[in-house]
């Protein structure tokens, strides 16, 4: 490709008219329950970065400087990179490996737009077999049965787990976030739901796992149903483990033992762990109860309120047709989802989990990594506006290999450990964070910050909270530990090339709202749009640091404003990025962002950004997703990307009008589905060399 600068400047904005919010209103209240046009839960009054510095500043009268110092000298170590060094345009640097392409402009066609040279194909889509013998999609004749034996709704998270040294096999496991029954059934009447819809809708959320081989010569993947299949469903039964296993707020009549629940819902990203099992977050599980309103407790309501468990019916009054939905009937049922669940994919009939230590809250996802002294370190978003980011990490020690005999022994590590929670703060005088995005003097958004544990096993470290309080009501415990609010924290993945971790912070309406917290440093913009890329170094590189340095990579939006900053990159040479959600690194260790909810005017898309070097902050997409679609679950390997395409069509009104016809085209539902990208050359991914 061409390295010279003024060829790869990009890209005019907007594309499309613009409106105020781009996710369509069906999305937000089948996907989130309309969390956004509530007022964000979280109303306590714990500090936030711009008291801190108040307090400082009024106990000393001025921050000290030998302290700001010391802080941008351990950032620079961190990142390796002299300040001196970055905003500097590369010239005619050429790209990094695992980055050259040529990207893909901002558009709003309602298909999967790749780069020059990529091919593409639909791995698996909503309704196609999962389990050997499950029939073929039939749109107008949906039933339990048969979805409980296909592919799910609404893919978000998807892991490949290799068989084989050569990545031909490979277990898929993908997450079904939610159902839109709007966009699911030809005759849905939203308040008369019948009771096979609603069957369905169980059966449409959860997992699926199945074997597929990837095509050495050709590229692509297919999907083998067979004796790896499985369909994890609202009806298949979690064992519940760690400290809050048998607690009495887990209790139900169905489970008078609180140690089994059936089923998981709005599952939203995830990790593969270094054993070969996937970690999934139950992410906006408070949509699904009804009448939080009624619950005669007190206490019992007040934590519901916390959660934002729905006051009145719910949207798709589940409460009519099983019990356990109505949170006034069996309150804790509301307690028994928000987890953290495992499951592995290597037996089909193994019991999935539900981490108890690893916290109740709204959670996007979890990625692991191993500290040196063999301990599993946990990192953990809480996906609201104002809410936490946490880490996990274990008492055990990890055992090597993939035995069957080392994952049962690697799955007990997640059920004893310390979980902690941020609290960052920044190293720029208060003043100097306007809310306005414009850089403090130093020229970063940077500080530090610390791990504050909330509980070691039974031991809680949070006073007025037992230990079962602490993990069934984290986010209440973490309010009284005053951790750091943030705007959206979603993906927080650790970079394995350079021991970094990076999280995705989508956006927040309402940040510096009256009655909300105003800017701070590491969330620096007043009615936070576009979302910002934190970039965080743990103490020493080790992961069971309690203390780390941090440093906001990319401040997103049109990089024609003052506003927005890309890690000191020369801005008009990057892709805009509005909205990061999910990110992954490939071999090289670029970090890769899909995004949700563009509010640029164009379509959701998959980029790649360089994190060291000359290249830190070339910001590059790679793809984009059809109408009314959000970019989930992105899997970076030297043979192929996939994405998860999920939504497509909800900007339109419902099943009878979609927004989109992808991926069948015509006049055909669109279905969510898997994607798959590759080179026809043969080459591998964004690598260095002529096509
Ligand atoms: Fe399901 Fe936080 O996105
Ligand atoms: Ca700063
Ligand atoms: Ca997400």
């Known amino acids: ?346 037996d089909p009939n193994s019991t999935p989990v539900k981490h108890t230590a690893l916290g109740r809250f709204k959670h996007e996802g979890a990625t692991v990594r191993i500290a040196e002294d063999g301990r599993v370190v946990a990192y953990m978003g809480d996906d609201e506006r104002f809410e936490y980011i946490y880490k996990f990490v274990s008492s055990g020690r990890v055992k090597k290999g993939r035995s069957a005999h080392a994952r049962r022994h690697n799955m007990s590590l997640l059920d004893e450990g310390t979980l902690y929670v941020a609290r960052f703060s920044g190293n720029s005088p208060a003043a100097e964070i306007d809310g306005s995005g414009e850089l403090p003097s130093d020229g970063e958004f940077d500080g530090a910050g610390e791990w504050l544990p909330l509980a070691t096993g039974t031991t809680s470290h949070v006073p007025g909270f037992t230990a079962e309080e602490v993990y069934v009501f984290t986010r209440l415990a973490a309010d009284r530990a005053e951790a750091t609010k943030m705007d959206r924290p979603e993906d927080i993945e650790p970079n394995p090339v350079n021991g970094r971790v990076y999280c995705a912070l989508t956006n927040n309406s309402n940040r510096g709202a009256p009655e909300h917290a105003p800017a701070d440093e590491p969330n620096p913009r007043t009615g936070n749009k576009h979302g910002h890329v934190l970039e965080l170094a743990e103490k020493s590189d080790d992961p069971t640091a309690t203390k780390m340095e941090w440093r906001l990579l990319l401040v997103c939006g049109d990089p024609q404003q003052g506003d927005t900053y890309f890690g000191g990159f020369d801005k008009d040479q990057v892709s805009p990025i509005s909205c990061p959600d999910n990110v992954t690194f490939d071999r090289h260790g670029n970090l890769w962002i899909a995004t949700d909810g563009n509010e640029l005017g164009s379509h959701d898309g998959l980029f790649a950004v360089p994190v060291g070097g000359p290249s830190r902050g070339h910001v590059k997409q790679f793809l984009t997703v059809p109408n009314g679609a959000e970019t989930c679950g992105p899997i970076v390997t030297d043979d192929l990307v996939t994405v998860c395409v999920q939504h497509p069509g909800e900007n339109g009104p419902g099943a009878e009008n979609p927004g989109s016809h992808w991926p069948d085209g015509g006049r055909t539902q669109p279905r969510p589905s898997l994607v798959a990208v590759w080179r026809t050359d043969g080459h591998h991914v964004g690598e260095i060399g002529e096509r």
């Open 1 to 346: 490709m061409s390295t010279n600068p003024a060829d790869q400047r990009a890209i005019p904005l907007p594309l499309a008219p613009h409106h105020s919010a781009s996710r369509s209103a069906v999305t937000c209240e089948y996907r989130c329950g309309n969390a956004c046009s509530h007022d964000a839960p979280n109303t306590s009054a714990n500090t936030y970065f711009g008291d801190v510095v108040r307090r400082a500043l009024d106990r000393r009268g001025v921050l000290r400087a030998g302290a700001v110092l010391s802080f941008a000298a351990g950032l620079t170590a961190a990142t390796g990179l002299p300040a001196a060094a970055r905003g500097k345009n590369p010239g005619s640097t050429p790209a990094p490996a695992g980055i050259d392409f040529d990207p893909v402009p901002p558009n709003t066609q309602d298909r999967v737009v790749v780069p020059e040279g990529y091919e593409q194909q639909v791995v698996i889509r909503w309704g196609d077999p999962v389990l050997p013998g499950a029939p073929e999609f039939d749109f107008e004749n949906q039933s339990e049965t048969a979805q409980q034996g296909q592919f799910g709704y609404n893919n978000d998270f998807a892991g490949l787990i290799p068989l084989d040294g050569a990545g031909v096999h490979s277990l898929l496991v993908v997450n079904h976030e939610y159902t839109t029954e709007t966009h699911m059934f030809g005759d849905y009447d939203p308040e008369n739901p019948t009771e096979e819809q609603v069957r369905i809708a169980w059966a449409a959320h959860g997992q699926s796992v199945l074997l597929v081989k990837r095509d050495p010569a050709r590229g692509g993947l297919t999907p083998l149903p067979g004796r790896y299949s499985r369909r994890i469903t609202l009806n298949t039964e979690f064992a519940v483990r760690g400290p809050a296993a048998g607690s009495e707020l887990l209790r139900t009549s169905a489970d008078p033992e609180g140690s089994r629940v059936r089923g998981t819902l709005n599952n939203c990203a995830g990790g593969v762990t270094p054993w070969g099992t996937i970690l999934s977050g139950e992410e906006n599980f408070h949509q699904y109860f009804a009448h939080a309103d009624r619950v005669a407790d007190p206490v019992a309501k007040q934590r519901m309120r916390r959660y934002g468990v729905n006051t009145g019916a719910s949207t798709r009054k589940w409460e009519r047709f099983d019990e356990r939905w109505d949170a006034s009937t069996e309150p804790n049922e509301t307690n028994r989802f928000g987890w953290i669940v495992e499951i592995d994919p290597n």
